[in-house]
């Protein structure tokens, strides 16, 4: 262990307590900082496990320092000091402190080497996100937060309810391999770091959620939860069969929601989906050659992700409205937010000489070797697929389409900023990608720019944009609707208003009838019977008695006589009573006396 | 650039001239010639015996485009479209 190092993550998650109460310049300075701080720290970190902490006969381990977690934890310190920069102009202690918090939870997730210390960071993520959502303060945004934090509670008992299985059944909290061999538990971990990911019908948080965030927390968003996922499926479930399959799924089925989709946002967070689907078939395929391209295609993923949701962000920011019906022609009013947005639009799309062709080719090849082809066919659809949403819908609606009249000045300057800079390391990744290629987990001597490769990639892209070129010239192409689309989330939203209303009329009356029951009828016969319990006991069995026996008449004076004492208290008593009670009397003063 | 110009007279911008569409779409179609000419020159290290098809990418990126748009609008759109304020009510 090292003296002056802290744990990473430590440090971001501390730095919020100042965050949220400086204001102005110092804590502007303040958020600049801290990012490079914490990433200074996390690279003086030796390799192995440092900072073992002893708990109940375990050990905790706060850091494990290998290849897997320190790429991940330097593209989360970049991201965060580019979300920081993107958000410097937003006086809110709320997302101040949450962005930081949520940042710090991930980095601390990543270099979490027990299920323990994992499964804080992870809900710690949770809770942070959920305000990042809330702090946009709308009705909106409040439901969707509480969705966000609902759905991620019910994965995190999942995952928790596998981490104590995991932990009964090996005997220890390490956190590393673990597979689906080990039954419920290794599968109850499974979901849990599932639902994170954003698996298909599991799905349905992410663009519930994430447009309705702040403009500057859906930059956050867009990088953590997510990527923080993948890192742990593929540290815990590399060469699982079943992630190939899901992952192509993922690949394919969001671009079809997106083409339909109007808010600019939401069609980002179904891009989100279809490109953590190209990491999952990496995690599933398991060779060196796709885990190095699920890493590196989470590394270029999350820059230009966080570039085209700061993109729309800045939109959104400066115009009030991000429907695609709404926006439009802004290039005229913000030409350096829509020369980023390209870049980031080129990126995602994977065009040669930016940073999504040197890594999604990765998985493509691996899934080549592998024999994949349906799975290769599924990746190859998407990928035209994302030239659709990402490529082309984001900056044509927002910057070019139809004028929408809007003039309004461009982006605050921080803002261009931070977009500025991911836009840079996008094109640096794309054009010069040893630096990221010697970051990855397993050594790779891989050439993404052979003639052929750039051929191939550019004649898919080139040809679909031709297609939509003349889809739109000959009005064939589907128009942009003021409309939402359902999702599997009206299961739990309309869902959860029905079972609301079985519950008001099954359960509510229930309630009425046991309250009907129980406290106003079998209240008031008790109360009516306790006001004489002796005379009504007599009564109940002179009743009884009169059942068995028939109604004579000496019953019916016996009753009256018991009725006429009852009412004025005045039994007989025998002097047999008299003695005994004299007795108890003489005796209890002796006791008190001895 | 003035950032908060009025809408300049139609013919003034570069990107609404008239001339401006039908030079972007020579350009396109420029390229995507020089791609599939260049396709017959490289040397490509192919997989899939499909891969060696002349075109095969070209021909599958404009089909998958069409085929994806297509179902969306058709198919997809006419089952989960809702007034926005469906989830309000």
Known sequence: MIASAWPPGLILILAALPAALLRGLPRRAWMLLVPVLSLLNMLSLPEGNQFLVPFFRQELVLARVDRLSVVFGIIFHIIAFIANLYALQVEDRFQNAAGLVYAGAAVGAVFAGDLFTLFVFWEMMTLSATFLIMARRTEKAMAAGFRYFMVHVVSGLCLLGGILLQVQATGTVAFGHIGLGGGLSSWLIFIGFGVNSAWPLLHFWLPDAYPESTVTGAVFLSAFTTKTAVYVLARAFPGTEALIWIGAAMTVFPIFFAVIENNLRRVLSYSLINQVGFMMVGIGIGTELSLNGTVSHAFSHILYKALLFMSMGAVLHQTGKINATDVGGLYRSMPWTCTFCIVGAASISAFPLFSGFVSKSMVMEAAALGDLRLVWFMMLFASAGVLHHAGIKIPFCAFFSHDSGIRCKEAPLPMLLAMGLAAALCIGIGVYPQPLYSLLPYPTDFQPYTAGHVISQAQLLLFAALAFALMLLSGTHPPEIRAINLDVDVLTRKGGRAFYRFADSTLNALNDWADEVFSRRLTRGLAQFFRMPVCNLQRLGFRALALLYGNHEWMKQKMSVSEARCETGAHPVGDGVLRAVLLLTVLTILVLLW | ?89
């Open chain 2, 1 to 89: 650039m003035n950032m908060n110009a009025d809408n300049p007279a139609p013919g003034k911008e570069p990107l609404v001239r008239p001339g401006t569409l039908k030079a972007m779409m020579a350009v396109l179609f420029a390229v995507l010639a020089a791609l599939l000419l260049a396709e017959g020159w490289a040397h490509r290290h192919v997989i899939f015996p499909w891969e060696e098809w002349y075109g095969f990418y070209a021909a599958f990126g404009f089909v998958a485009y069409v085929v994806l748009v297509f179902v969306a609008q058709y198919v997809l759109r006419p089952i989960v479209m809702r007034d926005e304020d469906y989830y309000d009510r």
